[in-house]
């Protein structure tokens, strides 16, 4: 009966210590495993090779030239807003401008980060102006992700703190920025 006992107790004991190193190391030991998990992840999704489907031949472009090229474009059609509103469409030029400005992505030969900057013009409060810029940055974003195979593209809505002049339109402060950042191995 007493050895029984004695069993119980060492089994119980032994199952309690068990548990609390469990309880102790468990957590950085599992915390450990997932950040190689989500490194192996990224690396994996940056090395992917991503095919450029041509129809017709384009001369392939430098970042610098492509940054060149995307500025010239923004110069001649820039991307117009109607007031208060974060519609890309709603112009010809503008549909013009971003096939062309997508285009002209897709066919740099090196790997490209790109960065796209809204501003908004100083009508209304700075928190929507902050949120409306933020709208038009994003939706740009999301329709340069859908037809480029950019692995990194950044949006950022500035809303009314750097205009391009005091003394001008508001229009003309309703604008998109957008910079290529080369990226990849030395």
């Known amino acids: 009966m007493q050895i029984r ?3 119980i107790l060492f ?3 032994s199952i309690f210590l068990l548990s609390l190193l469990l309880y102790l190391y468990a957590g950085s030991i599992e915390g450990k ?3 190689i998990i989500r490194l192996s992840k990224i690396q994996k999704n940056c090395m992917k090779e991503y095919p450029r489907r041509k129809k017709v031949h384009i001369r392939e472009r430098t970042s610098v030239e492509g940054q060149v090229e995307i500025n010239r474009l923004l110069s001649v059609n820039p991307l117009q807003f109607e007031s208060n509103s974060s519609m890309i469409y709603t112009t010809r030029e503008n549909r013009v ?4 400005i997508v285009k002209v992505v897709n066919h740099i030969s090196e790997d490209i980060a790109l960065s796209i900057s809204a501003h908004t013009d100083s009508v209304g409060s700075k928190q929507h102006n902050l949120k409306l810029s933020q709208q038009r940055a994003d939706m740009l974003k999301e329709h340069i992700l859908r037809r480029s195979q950019i692995l990194l593209i950044t949006s950022i809505g500035y809303g009314e703190e750097f205009p ?3 003394s001008s339109k508001p229009s003309k402060n309703r604008r998109i920025e957008i ?3 080369r990226v990849g191995h030395e």
């Open 33 to 35: 495993r997932l950040e």
């Open 97 to 100: 401008t971003i096939a062309r």
């Open 5 to 7: 006992t004695l069993y």
């Open 11 to 13: 089994f119980s004991l």
């Open 164 to 166: 391009l002049s005091k």
């Open 179 to 181: 910079t290529i950042k």
